[in-house]
């Protein structure tokens, strides 16, 4: 066994579940995955528009100043440093981060489908004034209300597509959460370089309101999105219509071994009158380690400065508008490859190797782009166009190794630990540390860029060193195990089985006691 990789995989199909990927599956997948892209198209689009000029003369004029004036008075790295900017690039995380905590009563109480649909109507009430603004308060309306919806998606969607895969391919259906984040990205890039060409200057209103076309899609397709066979017995106990639901996700009628174990983590589910609190007990101590840190991670990696100030870092080392936003479109292309790259190899390779793969990729990324900047980028004056393009190319390789490893797996990893009866609460917690950290970054990232230059990406390398570390260590491999099987990792692991010591017989018997409900309440085949 590998120091950190207690490796425990099930017979072929999922720990002897049958079944495959039927059509039903991948349509319903397919329509909830699609609200990737809004998150994807709100990160894209903030950092286009934020590097338009017209968009930054009308609403942010002490930027536009700054970038267009005086070339020796203001640092290189200082043209965009703005707290109005800030606030209004970041303030869309302070609302996900408190949406995502009522979304986790509002997925547990009403259903996954019932979250999907509030956070996609807020999100077309958000584009709405987006489009529509006239000064900077109806911008950062339109900032709230995308963040309240976005709380409620990304809480309930990496959920529900975890509950509908067959588990020897949930990794694949989970990262497609994350590739539909970066096609929206990739949209939102390719929307921004078409409309700032438009005469007038008023191309960057078509950006804002576009955002409604994937909403409208979610929020339509959602209204007839079957719910999952978990949150089924987990509402009302109908073992029936649940077993209905998941023979046809599996396309066989024997998917009894399957349904006697959602039972056993319902009757456990149900008995818990506070996932919240019930989260914080020891027996769940690695869930709740991993919940806060594998998103912490995620941020520290210093993805979002590619995500949303990409046009404007590249603006920022001499390239011009148009070619600064075709920069954000290349990086994002290889993104994307990248996401289909992960949805191929996650289930074959597992989750730990491609962590480890990608760490080691963006380590090396960061570093050279500092190095680069500390050589070729002062205070003042223009990087040569060589060096700029040079380092579009790292950061290709950079967002490269971030898609096919710590983008999809920070949403995949989290859900598929945690059990029924705290799977929700652990959701939310992944999500708000997200949000939490994507603001915290939003809000220093220019200010550290002005007063850290080159050294900002040095930082962003050494936290990937770290995150690298804790996946060698701490983190176990999960492939293909059922959600409903995944104590068995923390029993097994070098470390894990220390923390949980205490706590195991207590598990034990809860299982048992819920298995015996179930066994009871289960109808079985002959």
Request: net charge positive; with cysteine.
């Amino acid at each position: 066994m590998a120091i950190g990789g207690a490796f425990v995989e099930g017979p072929a199909g999922g720990a002897g579940y049958s079944g495959r990927v039927t059509s039903f599956v991948v349509l319903s997948c397919i329509v909830a995955g699609s609200g990737g892209i809004l998150f994807g198209y709100d990160l894209g689009i903030s950092g286009g528009v934020t590097s338009m000029e017209s968009f930054l003369k009308k609403f942010f004029p002490d930027v536009y100043h700054q970038m267009n004036g005086d070339k020796a008075a203001v640092s290189n790295y200082c043209r965009f440093d703005s707290e109005l900017l800030t606030v209004f690039t970041s303030s869309l995380y302070v609302a996900g981060l408190v949406a995502t905590l009522f979304a986790s009563t509002v997925t547990t109480r009403y259903g996954r489908r019932a979250s999907i649909l509030i956070g996609g109507s807020v999100f077309i009430a958000g584009s709405a004034f987006g489009g529509a603004a006239v000064n900077v308060y109806m911008l950062l309306v339109n900032r709230i209300l995308l963040g309240i919806g976005l709380g409620f998606t990304n809480q309930s969607i990496p959920l529900y597509l975890s509950e509908m895969a067959p588990p020897q391919y949930r990794g694949a259906i989970n990262n497609g959460f994350e590739l539909c984040i970066s096609i929206g990205i990739l949209i939102a890039n390719v929307i921004n370089y078409g409309v700032q060409k438009i005469e007038g200057g008023w191309g960057w209103r078509i950006s804002l309101s576009m955002a409604a076309v994937p909403a409208a899609f979610l929020t339509i397709g959602a209204i007839f999105l079957p719910e999952t066979p978990s949150f089924l017995i987990q509402r009302d106990g109908n073992v029936d219509e649940a077993k209905m639901m998941l023979q046809r996700l599996r396309g066989t009628t024997g998917v009894q071994k399957e349904l006697d174990d959602l039972v056993t983590a319902s009757n456990i589910s149900r008995a818990i009158k506070n996932p919240y609190r019930n989260i914080l007990k020891k027996k769940y101590r690695p869930q709740l380690v991993i919940a806060l840190l594998i998103p912490f991670f995620n941020q520290v990696t210093g993805i979002n400065v590619i995500n949303f100030y990409a046009p404007v870092m590249f603006r920022t080392i001499g390239l011009g508008e148009s070619a600064a936003l075709m920069s954000a479109v290349v990086t994002r292309l290889c993104a994307t490859v990248a996401n289909i790259v992960a949805m191929i190899v996650v289930d074959k390779f597992g989750r730990r190797k491609l962590l480890l793969v990608g760490g080691v990729q963006m380590i090396l990324s960061q570093f050279t782009v500092g190095a680069i900047l500390a050589v070729k980028f002062k205070d003042h004056g223009v990087m040569d166009k060589e060096y700029g393009y040079l380092v579009l190319i790292i950061m290709c390789v950079f967002v490269a190794g971030f898609a096919w490893s710590w983008g999809p797996l920070t949403y995949l990893v989290p859900t598929e630990i945690c059990p029924l009866e705290i799977r929700s609460a652990g959701q939310s917690v992944v999500i708000a540390v997200i949000f939490l950290m994507t603001f915290v970054i939003g809000q220093t990232f220019l200010n550290m860029l002005c007063h850290l230059k080159f050294g900002t990406f040095f930082l962003f390398g050494g936290w990937v060193c770290v995150m690298t570390l804790f996946v060698f260590f701490f983190l176990p491999e999960t492939k293909q195990l059922p959600m409903e099987q995944m104590e068995q990792v923390w029993r097994k692991h070098w470390f894990w089985k220390r923390i949980i010591g205490e706590g195991e017989e207590e598990v034990d018997q809860a299982q048992t006691g819920a298995g015996a409900i179930a066994m009871s309440t289960t109808p079985h085949s002959s």
